[in-house]
């Protein structure tokens, strides 16, 4: 069987979330800045944190497609783990040059050393729960149904469901961090390894009990809850927390809305190869400048919601082609080192039984 031809519902996914990361970034203070160009302006206020609000689950809708592949993994592959570093450092090389061609930066021994660091959040904490997904698999292929759902009844309620009372509190005055179950010091918004663990988790109850949902059911708790987050953020900004149940919901329902469709096109599929990519070229600091100058203009952000629009669209979407055609041009080199290196190295463990 051709492995290239597998079904695009999922891969589809992978594409529009990346578009919602991108969105994040457009909004984003410290990168597009478009929030800056509406505080005084309601209208488009409302609106761009209604986007915001839809796109916020995007990472951890990601990490659940991850738990859902991953559910009956019992191996670890280091050329899987090598392939996304070598992704990471590839364009930490990249954004090095790109800022040198762009009078941003000089070339330094340092600078070059800083490029072989992969410092990337999602990409270690993806490593890491990848090498710890074979021992989630084990518990689920021992354990009952009914152990499952307590599984993942007490996930939800120390990891998704206290967190986000005890940073509602905490928005209204009170102080409950010494009580959070994920740090003395807060949830950290879900940014922890904490929280990829629980999407695997959720990824795989998903896979192995095969959990649909009905579709209409999915539209209105994903958009009722998109509209809450959007109506409280101003006095509740914690609802934006990946650790925060409506953020973490409405991945669920995302997620469950595209795994039922059943179609194959060769064009998804090949873009959905470059997701990983593209997340890591247009959140550099040489491609924020760009992002800046040519895409994110004030006066339209600033100006009728037509225009605003109009430039979110615009610029999402010309940086998501920009960074999917700088991908395609060095594949082939990734592939290329990949093919000669890569697929030679060992397992670097597995849980699988050995035949007797």
Known sequence: MDKTIRNSNIELLRIVLMFMVILLHFNNGS???AFNYVKNIPVNNFILYLFESLSICAVNCFMIISGYFLAY???VKLSKIVDLLFIVILYNLFD???SIVLNENVFSLKALVGCFIP???FAIFYIITYIFSPFVALIFDNTT???QNLLLFFTLVIFVLLPTFIDIVNNLGLNLNGISPISINGNGAGYTIVQFVVCLIIGFYLRRNNINGNTFLLIIIYVLSSIIMTLFIHKLPSLYNYCSVFTVVNAICLFLLFNKLNFNNKIVNYISKSVFAIYCIHTHYSINLLWKKYLILPKFVGGGISEMLICMIISVVVMFVFCLVIDIIVRYTINLIKDKLLTK????F???EQNK
């Open 31 to 33: 990168m597009g800045g």
């Open 73 to 75: 993994n019992k191996t």
């Open 96 to 98: 090095l040059m790109l």
């Open 119 to 121: 410092a990337n959040y």
């Open 145 to 147: 149904k009914k152990i």
């Open 345 to 348: 190295m060992p397992v670097l």
């Open 350 to 352: 597995s849980l699988k």
